[in-house]
């Protein structure tokens, strides 16, 4: 990191006042963007930039208000070309002195999803990691890609398309019987 353009990425909590904001700028280095780009294996991460203020939320506890920046290369899910996305984000992150979080492997996510227990630091570095890969596209895709439909069975056996997969579609092949037999 640049040391004119950042600042620290770990802050001890006992070093932290009360009374002040304190400022936090992270702007990864080119290598560490691309460590960071193979980690949450996307293609490319450029222009990340991490800014934001801590400040006293409480007697103990603190909280974060920052805005998270940055452009991703992905490969598009339809196509597999490289898809470019610019996000940007807004965090907010509660240090919370005490707080245990649920240990059951299931649980429902409530408004307390951005409270973490307060340890004696607080590092910024993973906060801002987390948030990125949390605002990362999940599903890019290219303008004008579009999936065909693409029917696969064995030889000498009909396909079954998307039409035959909706719900009620055997309610039609039903109805067409029996308008036949009404018939006869």
Not at 90 to 115: H, I, K, W
Request: aromatic share 6%.
């Amino acid at each position: 990191m640049a040391d004119k353009n950042t600042s620290k990425r770990i802050f001890r909590v006992a070093d932290l006042s009360q009374n002040q904001l304190t400022d936090i700028l992270l702007i990864p280095e080119a290598d560490e963007l691309k460590a960071l780009a193979d980690e949450l294996k996307v293609s490319a991460l450029k222009k990340l930039r991490f800014e934001g203020r801590l400040s006293a939320l409480g007697k103990r506890d603190w909280i974060l208000h920052a805005d998270l920046g940055f452009t991703v290369t992905q490969p598009c899910v339809v196509t597999l070309e490289p898809v470019t996305t610019r996000v940007d984000t807004s965090v907010e992150r509660q240090f919370v002195a005490g707080y245990e979080s649920p240990d059951d492997e299931e649980f429902e996510l409530t408004d307390d999803e951005n409270t973490e227990a307060l340890g004696a630091e607080i590092n910024f570095e993973e906060v801002m990691k987390e948030s990125l890969a949390l605002a990362l596209p999940l599903y890019p895709r290219k303008e004008d890609a579009s999936l065909s439909e693409i029917n696969f069975t064995e030889p000498g056996k009909k396909a079954m398309t998307d039409q035959d997969a909706r719900p009620f579609a055997g309610l039609e092949s039903l109805r067409n019987k029996l308008a036949g037999k009404g018939e006869k």
